[in-house]
């Protein structure tokens, strides 16, 4: 198993918005947390695009990312994802180069065939096409990021012709990349054909055909050697539902009602996936207990990412999936607790504070009589100062 020594921890916002609230006021509370995330010292930070199903509300990540980049320092932005179909490559790539120049650097670009049929549907997509549709783009953006020479493509949906990129990108060699990966191999076969990042949005279920983490990784790795590319484990990350209190019972009932009905009306009753067949307040029990969500304490959601870490022989980023599910108060919170207690045992920072700790309380004996003598002599010092004149 390869394991990094300092994971990068991050949040993949879809975002997730049950209708019926003030949209204004939900974007202001996605655009709270990236701030509280920036603070705590989270890595990255995803966007998502979606157009329609009433739920996912941000249409242009990179419109979102500019607004998040002016209230943040340090984390990064990522696009999670951009749905390449639905837009020309050349304007992908030179959004997101004038984007990395007004961030200085702080651009990630996440891409995907789109997640949404229904976006599919209004924008006369054949939902088939739609992986090759990404592949195609990709290897255009890539090319225009990396090389000044003109290109010309004729595709059967775009055309480019001698296009050059006036901005290069501001960070060196280049934009950073991450396929989104779901449950099939597409994800990670365009990952490995170019050399990117992976993001895997789920951990597999039988959806389609239940393909192991191991396995999806060797896919990527095979693919990446035909094409003379190189996967690293330090560029995957796995996306995972969290949410933690100061106890497993608190955690639970934070989130039973608003999980439940993400679950049942949003992905079941409104796209047509399947959802367990039960109440929406026994939905977070069902998924904590299939492995598939992490709610509990800190130390919960630790041995969750070491079993992932034991499922998959290795990644090198965490995501958390952000969720409307709870209160503000609440949600906020259990961000901080991640921070705090989980963050560290995956970075080495720990590893200091227990050694001193450990090397203290081995002398703690002899410690506490230095300490005892010291305060002694001072005393004696006071009360008889010529006694204590040597």
Same mark, same amino acid.
């Given at each position: 198993m390869t394991v990094p020594q300092r994971m990068k921890f991050g949040v993949f916002m879809a975002p997730f918005h049950r209708p019926g609230e003030n949209p204004t006021l939900a974007l202001e509370r996605? &655009?709270?947390i990236i701030q509280w995330l920036d603070v705590l010292g989270f890595d990255e930070a995803y966007i998502g695009e979606h157009h329609s199903a009433g739920w996912e509300t941000i249409g242009s990540p990179e419109v979102f990312?500019?607004?998040?980049?002016? @209230?943040? /320092? @340090?984390i990064k932005l990522g696009s999670g994802v951009i749905s390449l179909p639905y837009h020309h490559p050349?304007?992908?790539?030179?959004?997101?180069?004038?984007?990395?120049?007004?961030? /200085?650097? @702080?651009?990630? &670009? *996440?891409?995907?065939p789109g997640a949404l049929a229904s976006d599919a549907l209004m924008f006369g997509i054949d939902p088939e096409r739609q992986r090759e549709m990404m592949d195609e783009s990709l290897g255009v953006i890539i /090319? &225009?990021?990396?090389?000044?020479?003109? &290109?010309?493509?004729?595709?059967?949906?775009f055309e480019l012709n001698e296009g050059i990129l006036q901005l290069r990108p501001y960070q060196q060699p280049?934009?950073?990349?991450?396929?989104?990966?779901?449950q099939s191999p597409a994800g990670v076969i365009l990952a490995g054909k170019h050399g990117a990042g992976v993001l895997s949005l789920s951990i597999p279920r039988d959806t389609v055909r239940q393909t192991s983490l191991k396995?999806?990784?060797?896919?990527?790795e095979e693919t990446a050697e035909k094409h003379g590319k190189t996967l690293r484990r330090e560029d995957w990350s796995l996306v995972v539902s969290v949410h933690l209190a100061e106890s497993r019972k608190e955690a639970m009932d934070d989130i039973r009602t608003g999980s439940g009905r993400e679950v049942?009306?949003?992905? *079941?009753?409104?796209?047509?996936?399947?959802?367990p067949k039960l109440p929406a307040d026994q939905i977070v029990d069902f998924m904590v207990d299939h492995n598939q969500w992490f709610v509990g304490t800190p130390d919960d959601c630790i041995a969750g990412i070491e079993r992932l870490q034991e499922l998959s022989g290795g990644f090198g980023g965490f995501?958390?999936?952000?969720?409307?599910?709870?209160?503000?108060?609440k949600t906020l919170h259990s961000y901080e607790l991640f921070a705090r207690y989980v963050m560290p045992r995956f970075q080495g920072t720990l590893a200091g504070i227990h050694a001193s700790n450990q090397w203290a309380s081995a002398r703690k004996e002899g410690l506490q009589a230095n300490r005892i003598a010291g305060l002694k002599r001072a005393t004696e010092a006071y009360y008889n100062p010529r006694e204590s004149v040597v």
């Open positions: 996605d &655009l709270e990312m500019a607004a998040a980049a002016e @209230r943040t /320092r @340090r050349y304007m992908v790539a030179h959004r997101l180069t004038l984007l990395d120049h007004l961030t /200085r650097g @702080r651009v990630i &670009l *996440g891409v995907g /090319r &225009l990021f990396e090389s000044t020479e003109p &290109l010309t493509v004729k595709s059967d949906w280049s934009i950073p990349v991450a396929v989104a990966c779901v396995e999806l990784w060797s896919i990527g049942l009306e949003y992905f *079941g009753a409104t796209l047509g996936h399947p959802a995501m958390i999936r952000v969720a409307d599910w709870a209160t503000r108060e």
